[in-house]
């Protein structure tokens, strides 16, 4: 994507954008991080890759005047949800969507080169080439995709003003819902326990919540001290209290972009909370997530008609 | 003292050990490696990248009760809380991670001498190994610390390929060495050759990324740098940096009870929360994302240094590896190193 | 809270979240006949199902309650025209999630009764009780 940076040149020159939300390259082999391009100059650092993971919707309220972002389908998908719950405004964005072939896990990706130091790397097509310090080696994209990413059927983001790279054509997606199906399986004990070794893992650090687009209350329930819904305490109890509420609150908002479960430093699998959800949500309620602005979230809304089978 | 160790016999030391210790050790859950309490000791990872948590956890967890109360009428009942009593032994740590607990004896044992956190300190054994797996993130050279010189440790590891080469380095280390004698050999010339071969080629692997004089002393005129507003818009204040760091030692106290009992508790904290700093009355006087990174890398590099002489970060690079939003401390102390004017 | 240990004596403990115009006053009912129930279930009074927080199941789970009910107006019943039907949502979808991370559906009831229900109130009181003397006292919420 050679145009980006002349792209974004032109944006950046324009009176009203104040800032262009996109990634520069991270000092690690294969990270990229967050960067906000404030100049012409800035904006020669700006790169859009597979490698672009983060999500950066989340960045669009820290800047008052309109901003430009570069969005990958699943982070437009969460735009579609802001947009809905009237938490940013479309006047103010300028939207750069990218179709994408899926993103690359950058630890996956640094575990496979052991170690060795890494002097470059490049993508084409389907190929990541990796240059050392003497030779170089080539991995296929397809075996560093992120977990989110091959089931993935929204590869073109859903709302933008321009966009960028070649229509993706997918078939024969695996099942998004394969491993919560699995998971549902399970006898109730045996599911507990699943729970409950992740969840006693959990550090409470809040990455999750934070780098979450959809999770924007300013002051968080965990957070609230009277009254002290969850216990300070880091002990099963209170972690399981918090993410079963955490996942609550984003059931049928949740867009699966997945940030949530890659920032989780102790590796609990969240996106699986949120994939039970997003699958009751469609299966009660007929309704999927991150695709039309002006229907209202499933759990703002009800039907007189809506099913009540386990009520009595 | 100097001998080595076969790796095959590493099981049976640990066994050994185990009779008077608890073993924390490294072990791999899933892609995680985390020091737990180990039984089994065939689980034991020695050699590894780097522990997601850093085990400063055992010396002070991340809650612990100060004591229970019970109402009974007009009285108070207070029960202090109990360390266990059974000695640790952590087995495996890193040269940052020991050089970190050094670092957190100095605020636990300055006005207020920590009874907890001492209590259990005395009672744990360190043994550490020299990382030969340093990663990109890592810069523990450029902290003043090395990859293989964990001062403050009992016993010291190195892995030569097929041995351990052992150091004892404390008295009580030497005891446990000489206690265990059956099962080492005496360590010969070329083992201490090979160890210091090890030595150069880690210290490649892990190159000065900036010079820290220069950075702690330019700290002082930063404060108001408009550098901090710069690299802390990507920050999403989250507690991981925090949480994972071997030297970050910030508690909350709180009390978790009901009418009639309860107990008093500390659990860890983190200044990149907002709510960290949030006063009773709703003001924050840290509201902002820059003003709480700021506390945070003033607090490592610069408040530390005037209350304890020494700077309060090892080099272990969790912070940056972890970090969701790619925040990288390396970059921002060369920042720092190159000057405000610079900004 | 007392220990939950020795089956024999262990009696199960219910929350109830019933709202005020219905079920609450189908309790009342229930009452006033001298129907007689198990003293199992305590009940929470709450303007409308519609203000229930799915934090309060949480947190009856996490106090001792080994079941949690939540009753409230029959669809279109509601005094406040839709408080039971956003209910209605939003407990499908967290009783999803209790049974997804490993509760026995049969500890999370809800059921719609009336002020002039006493009956059905009285019944289902003595259904809950009886299923969840079965399943024992709730593990893993409370530790």
Redesign the interface.
């Known amino acids: 994507m050679e145009d980006i940076i002349n792209i974004a040149r032109e944006l950046i020159k324009r009176d009203d954008i104040e800032a262009i939300i996109g990634y520069e390259k991270g000092r690690a082999p294969f990270q990229t991080v967050p960067f906000f391009a404030r100049t012409p100059e800035d904006c020669d650092k700006l790169i859009m890759n597979s490698l672009c993971v983060n999500n950066l919707v989340s960045y669009i309220n820290q800047f008052s005047g309109k901003v430009a972002i570069f969005v990958k389908p699943c982070d437009a998908k969460a735009l579609v949800g802001l947009l809905q719950e009237h938490q940013i405004e479309r006047e103010k964005l300028h939207i750069i969507g990218i179709n994408c072939q899926g993103a690359l896990n950058p630890k996956k990706l640094r575990n496979a080169i052991k170690g060795r130091m890494v002097k470059d790397w490049s993508i084409n097509g389907d190929k990541i080439k990796v240059y050392y310090e003497s030779g170089e080696e080539e991995f296929n994209i397809k075996d560093f995709l992120l977990d989110k990413c091959p089931a993935c059927d929204t590869r073109t983001p859903p709302i933008y003003d321009e966009l960028l790279g070649d229509e993706i054509k997918t078939a024969d997606l695996p099942e998004l819902l394969a491993r919560v199906k699995e998971l549902e399986k399970l006898p109730a004990a045996e599911k507990q326990q699943y729970w409950n070794e992740h969840f006693e893992r959990c550090l409470r650090c809040y990455a999750c919540v934070k780098i979450c687009p959809l999770c924007y209350c300013e002051r968080c329930f965990v957070e609230n001290a009277s009254p002290q819904w969850i216990d300070k305490s880091n002990n099963l109890k209170s972690n399981k209290a918090f993410h079963l509420i955490r996942a609550y609150h984003l059931a049928g908002r949740c867009i699966d972009c997945g940030e949530c479960d890659r920032a989780c430093p102790m590796d609990i699998p969240l996106r699986e909370l949120n994939l039970k959800m997003r699958k009751s949500v469609e299966e009660h309620f007929n309704y999927v997530p991150g695709k039309d602005i002006d229907v209202p979230p499933p759990l703002s809304t009800f039907k007189k008609e809506d099913p009540q089978d386990f009520i009595r | 003292m100097e001998l080595i160790l076969k790796k095959e016999k590493l099981k049976e030391f640990l066994e050994q050990l185990s009779k008077n210790y608890e073993i924390i050790a490294p072990v791999k859950?899933?892609?995680?490696i985390n020091f737990k309490s180990v039984k089994d000791f065939t689980k034991v990872v020695m050699t590894y990248?780097k522990s997601?948590?850093s085990p400063k956890e055992f010396l002070f967890p991340?809650?612990e009760e100060l004591y229970k109360y019970k109402f009974s009428g007009k009285d108070v009942e207070i029960k202090p809380a109990e360390v266990e009593k059974k000695p640790k032994a952590i087995v495996g740590i890193h040269p940052c991670d020991a050089v970190a607990i050094k670092i957190l004896d100095k605020l636990f044992g300055w006005d207020y001498k920590d009874e907890l956190y001492f209590e259990r300190r005395n009672n744990t054994l360190l043994i550490s190994i020299t990382c030969n797996?340093p990663?990109?993130?890592c810069f523990c050279t450029s902290v003043e610390g090395t990859p293989y010189d964990a001062d403050g440790t009992d016993i010291h590891f190195t892995d030569t390929g097929e041995t351990y080469y052992i150091e004892g380095k404390s008295e009580k280390g030497k005891q446990i060495l000489q206690d265990n004698n059956n099962l080492f050999t005496e360590a010969k010339k070329e083992d201490k050759d090979k160890v210091e071969k090890i030595k150069k080629e880690i210290m490649e692997q892990v190159p000065v990324k900036f010079d820290i004089k220069k950075v702690t002393e330019n700290m002082d005129c930063i404060f108001d740098s408009k550098l901090w507003d710069r690299i802390s818009?990507?920050c999403?204040?989250?507690?991981?940096c925090?949480?994972?760091c071997p030297t970050c030692h910030c508690f909350?106290i709180?009390d978790?009870g009901n009418y009639e009992e309860g107990k008093r508790?500390r659990?860890?904290d983190?200044c990149m929360?907002?709510?960290f700093t949030k006063m009773a009355g709703g003001h924050n006087p840290r509201e902002d994302e820059k003003t709480r990174y700021r506390q945070r890398i003033f607090h490592k590099f610069n408040y530390y240094i005037k209350n304890f002489d020494t700077i309060s970060c090892v080099g272990c690079g969790r912070c940056?590896?972890?970090c969701?939003?790619?925040?990288?401390l390396?970059?921002t102390l060369q920042l720092i190193e190159k000057g405000a004017e610079h900004e | 809270m007392e220990e939950k240990s020795a089956k024999t004596d262990w009696e199960p403990r219910i929350v109830g979240f019933v709202c005020n115009w219905c079920t609450y006053a189908g309790a009342d009912l229930a009452g006033t006949s001298r129907l007689k129930y198990p003293p199992n279930v305590r009940l929470i009074r709450l303007p409308c199902t519609g203000a229930i927080d799915p934090l309060f199941i949480v947190k009856a789970f996490q106090s001792g309650a080994d079941a949690v009910l939540v009753s409230g107006c029959h669809p279109n019943d509601c005094h406040y025209t839709s408080g039971n039907y956003h209910a209605r949502r939003k407990l499908t979808v967290f009783k999803d999630l209790l049974e997804f991370t490993g509760l026995d559906p049969k500890r999370f009831w809800m059921s719609w009764i009336s002020a002039s229900e006493g009956q059905k109130f009285a019944s289902f009181m003595e259904e809950i009780v009886t299923e969840t003397k079965k399943l024992g006292p709730l593990k893993g919420y409370n530790n």
């Open positions: 859950e899933g892609e995680l990248q997601i948590k991340q809650c797996t990663d990109w993130s818009v990507k999403i204040h989250c507690g991981a925090a949480y994972l909350d709180n978790e508790i659990c860890w983190a929360f907002g709510h940056i590896a972890e969701p939003a790619g925040m990288d390396v970059k």
